[in-house]
């Protein structure tokens, strides 16, 4: 998967990684926000202004990884809230990645 590499940073999306749990910004050339977030799309893991050439830590209880320009998150208090994607279809919104054992 790409996510991000390679491109623009457009302060106006967002990329939605079903499944990660650990992201990075090898081959990036600005820094990026992440959010972790569960199944419930409870968000469980900030990052702020994350480096090009840098790895975040494993998320355990992660199941969705959002990568954003970074800006838009900065110093909100977002940790623990819940997410609702405006743009994103109902059937993909409970659309849940399959749990690996």
Request: some cysteine; overall charge positive.
């Amino acid at each position: 998967m790409r996510g991000l590499l390679g491109s623009s940073p457009q302060a106006s999306e967002a990329l939605i990684i079903a499944g990660a749990r650990q992201v990075h910004t090898f081959g990036m050339r600005y820094p990026i926000d992440v959010l972790f977030v569960d199944l419930d799309w409870t968000v469980c893991r900030v990052v702020v202004a994350m480096a090009p050439r840098r790895v975040t830590t494993w998320v355990r209880r992660a199941r969705y990884a959002l990568e954003l320009a970074a800006g838009p998150i900065g110093d909100q208090a977002i940790l623990g809230e819940r997410l609702a994607i405006a743009d994103l279809p109902i059937a993909q919104a409970r659309d849940r990645p399959s749990r690996s054992r």
